[in-house]
């Protein structure tokens, strides 16, 4: 009897303390916290509607520096301002006023004896807008017509005189200035920025002067869109 109880008691004693074990050890297993996996998800952003400013656009610019066919260079870039806002083919403003247009000379001949006068060819590049968007353009050099030069809320513009031929600066103002002229054919030139004044004339009249093409800071001009471009509604900041 006293052998049964000297083996059963230390059985016993095992059995309850791996009965407190598993115990513990379940309440550990229920205290563990269980971790979710957070799901991330990212939000695309919405793509802003564009307009589109169609080919043939004349758009108003004044000139920021100064250039002339004496000291230009090929490569040489230069800006000028909007005037007049811009609008797209539904009357939306895309283009405000105060916008930059960044221009390149593609070609220069300084004035040389015998009354041949000084020419800058120039190409406009880029526009840059005050909220910071930015659009490479094609536009080309063109004449101010009261008539067919004004952007309006239609988006519409009259028939464009000099589509057809190719304008560029020619010197010839008097007192420095330069004209708008065609770079093949002569024809007659178009006064600009108020250079020249109401004895400007035609063209074949001031090439014996044999002046340089300066284009003052202030003159005012044309730039000529020779591609559409599509842009955003014009918003003060840029998101």
Known sequence: MKNSIRFVLPALLLAIFSAGLSTEA????????????????????V????????????????????IS??????GDTFTVTVVEPVYASNGAVVIPEGSEIIGRVDAVQKAQKGGKPGTIDTSFIQIVLPNGT??????????????????DSEGTAS???MKHRKV???????????????????GKGALIGGLIGAGGGFLGEKLTKGEEAE??????????????IALPRFAESNP
Not at 31 to 41: S, Y
Not at 69 to 74: G, R, T
Not at 215 to 228: I, M, P
Request: aromatic share 4%; glycine share 14%; charged share 25%.
């Open 47 to 66: 793509a802003p509607k564009l307009f589109t400013v169609p080919a043939g656009k004349r758009i108003r610019v004044r000139m920021n520096d100064t």
């Open 168 to 186: 560029i600066f020619i010197g010839g103002g008097g007192a420095g200035g330069a004209i708008l002229g065609a770079a093949i054919g002569g």
């Open 159 to 161: 028939g464009d005189r």
């Open 215 to 228: 284009v003052k800071a202030g003159t005012e001009f044309g730039v000529y869109l020779n591609r559409s």
């Open 134 to 151: 930015k659009r490479a353009i094609n536009g080309s050099l063109t004449e101010l017509v009261s008539d067919d030069a004004k952007s």
């Open 69 to 74: 066919s004496k000291s230009a260079k090929v």
């Open 26 to 45: 379940l309440a550990q297993t229920r205290k563990r916290p269980v971790i979710k996996k957070r799901v991330v998800t990212t939000k695309r952003p």
